[in-house]
């Protein structure tokens, strides 16, 4: 899961997730989607590869690039304990306010 994490806390990686959730893509494509050279969307993809992120696959002269969601699933049930402790304290900060607004009427 740290693998995951260092791999989303940087922007431009966390932009070409959004556009391969969107659709496979090369690399010279999500290139053109980002303020960086070449070389360094490269970089970005190897980190994403390497952390799971990202499968490749070949066809002919080019690589394409696509989402593996299922790498996520760590993470998304790590943050579900914090999702719940979160809608705990909103369920309790929507039950005073209804309790305000019976007192007020």
């Known amino acids: 899961m740290d693998a995951v994490l260092q791999a989303l806390a940087d922007g ?8 391969l959730r969107q659709h496979p893509a090369t690399a010279g494509e999500l290139a053109e989607a980002l303020p960086i050279a070449r070389p360094g969307v490269s970089r ?9 992120l990202v499968d490749v696959r070949h066809e002919a ?16 049930e ?7 402790l979160w809608q705990n304290r909103l369920d309790a900060l929507h039950t005073e306010i209804a309790r305000e607004q019976r007192k007020r009427t």
């Open 78 to 84: 790590w943050l579900g304990n914090y999702r719940a």
């Open 12 to 19: 431009s990686r966390r932009t070409v997730l959004e556009i």
């Open 61 to 76: 002269q080019r690589r394409i690039y696509s989402l593996r969601p299922e790498a996520l699933v760590e993470v998304d």
């Open 44 to 52: 970005h993809l190897r980190i994403l590869r390497e952390a799971g």
